[in-house]
């Protein structure tokens, strides 16, 4: 096992001027200032589970740049297990949305993978540490790290991305596994207040939700023909005619050319630039409902209220993702389902795993995905936070969502976006599907809102500040 520290570029704050003004620009800097002052060289490590794939990562990537374009020394670090300790965390991640999972245990017998795992990445990481340093832990597979950092007089925040709204057997069986490496922990942070457990009623809980970068590869805008360059060569998109070259801008500014293509599984071409979109982009995770996804499609193509349209399920690849082994097997049962389904509904069906051997270019690629959609669908069955949701909100794009978790707090029901109040229920996804496909102006009209409650609630620039209140009060207590 080895602990690997992950590089991130410096970011200039300044870029935000136009999208949010001067003065929150200013607030964000002077915080910095303040912080870099009280701290005295004081590093902040934070720790998750994977570099690439999830939103988790994603968020780090961005505010990480920023923190560090502030001044402030901004650390990632990415912890390493065993395949069984991430089958472990993965049930653990389930279980914390109230959901079965493998339907395995969660108890004393797996604690010593579990304790094992995380004892190796807090003793490397505390070999990298300095006096002072801050360490901020990310979700279910880094709580076991907790004792071992506060023993050595770390101070250490918990912030946890996932949960449910309301309790059952699995989510109080993942407390109860949970609760013991978080006993000292004074701060710990949720997506939602909901989502904070009895078990954590000793500590300082904050609800901060996460926010995206609107110039990183994945949101920065993309004109339609190099939109549809970028998706003709990846092969999401049927170009007759090849236009120019497929070049996407990386979060640092610079340009790159698109150079791996999506594996896509279809029944015929890829849709045609002319063709309705209906896309979602997630992980291969039973969570995000992909089968449900097609067959609420399915069933307003048998109704014949599709108007032409295409749907694309896109995800990252099923092997490139170390903290995620169920996505293969999900995988395999999407295109199971996809493969019962009738000849000319798999036609307009494409599943497609996108490349993830550059960040910067699989963003690329949703950008291009969710900019060419006509709607977005986030059909989970549970949701910490929809991060996919936000960016396709940004984007100006009419979005399907479900009323359940975080994703209630990021949409309001016709205004920003449709909320589906069973997301179990395909025919009411389909026909809010019918919807929007036939009324381009009320699609136009949701967009448009949509974009304006992300530029005021979800840019990156609103959860830095946050946590520099933060950092300060820690300061302030002592917190060292």
Excluded at 22 to 27: L, S, Y
Excluded at 150 to 177: I, K, Q
Excluded at 364 to 392: D, I, M
């Amino acid at each position: 096992m080895e602990l690997r520290q992950v590089t991130t570029p410096v970011l200039p704050l300044e870029r935000f001027v136009p999208l949010t003004g001067e003065a929150a620009v200013r607030e964000t800097l002077a915080s910095a200032r303040r912080i870099e002052q009280a701290a005295a060289g004081r590093r902040v490590w934070n720790v998750n589970s994977t570099a690439v794939g999830g939103g988790v990562a994603e968020t780090l990537r961005s505010m990480l740049g920023y923190a560090r374009g502030a001044g402030l020394d901004a650390r990632w670090a990415v912890l390493d297990g065993p395949p069984e300790y991430f089958r472990l965390t993965k049930r653990l991640h389930n279980a914390l949305h109230g959901e079965p999972g493998d339907g395995l245990p969660l108890g004393d017998r797996e604690r010593p993978l579990y304790e094992a795992v995380c004892r190796e990445n807090a003793a490397q990481l505390l070999a990298r540490l300095q006096p002072r340093d801050l360490v901020l832990l990310h979700d279910p597979q880094t709580a076991g790290l907790a004792p071992h950092l506060l023993g050595a007089r770390v101070p250490v925040v918990w912030r946890c991305h996932v949960g449910h709204d309301t309790a059952n057997v699995r989510s109080r069986e993942a407390w109860r596994f949970l609760a013991p490496y978080l006993d000292e922990v004074r701060v710990a942070i949720f997506s939602r207040r909901a989502f904070v457990p009895p078990q954590l009623a000793h500590a300082r809980t904050l609800v901060m939700q996460p926010s995206i970068d609107p110039f990183s590869a994945k949101n920065a805008p993309l004109a339609a023909e190099q939109r549809r360059s970028i998706l003709c060569h990846a092969g999401l998109l049927l170009c007759s005619i090849r236009g120019g070259e497929p070049r996407y801008q990386r979060t640092d500014g610079t340009t790159a050319l698109l150079e791996h293509a999506a594996d896509v599984l279809s029944l015929g071409p890829p849709p045609m630039p002319e063709a309705p979109l209906v896309v979602q982009v997630s992980r291969w995770d039973t969570l995000k409902d992909p089968v449900g996804v097609m067959r609420g499609f399915a069933g307003l193509c048998r109704q014949r209220r599709d108007r032409g349209a295409q749907l694309v399920l896109a995800g990252p690849n099923v092997h490139a993702v170390a903290d995620d082994p169920d996505g293969a097997a999900v995988y395999e049962e999407t295109v199971a389902s996809w493969r019962q389904l009738p000849h000319e509904v798999r036609r307009r069906i494409h599943l497609a795993m996108l490349p993830v051997h550059d960040v910067d270019e699989n963003a690329a690629l949703v950008n291009a995905l969710q900019r060419e959609a006509t709607v977005v669908v986030q059909k989970s069955l549970q949701e910490g936070f929809g991060l996919t949701a936000t960016e396709a909100m940004w984007k100006g794009r009419p979005l399907v969502a479900s009323r359940v978790g975080g994703l209630q707090e990021q949409v309001e029901h016709g205004v920003t976006g449709l909320l589906l109040d069973d997301p179990r229920d395909e025919a009411a996804f389909a026909e809010a599907l019918a919807g929007l496909l036939a009324s381009p102006e009320t699609a136009r009209r949701i967009g448009e809102a949509a974009q304006a409650s992300v530029r005021r609630r979800f840019l990156c620039l609103r959860q830095l500040q946050q946590y520099g209140e933060l950092f300060e009060q820690l300061d302030a207590d002592g917190s060292d």
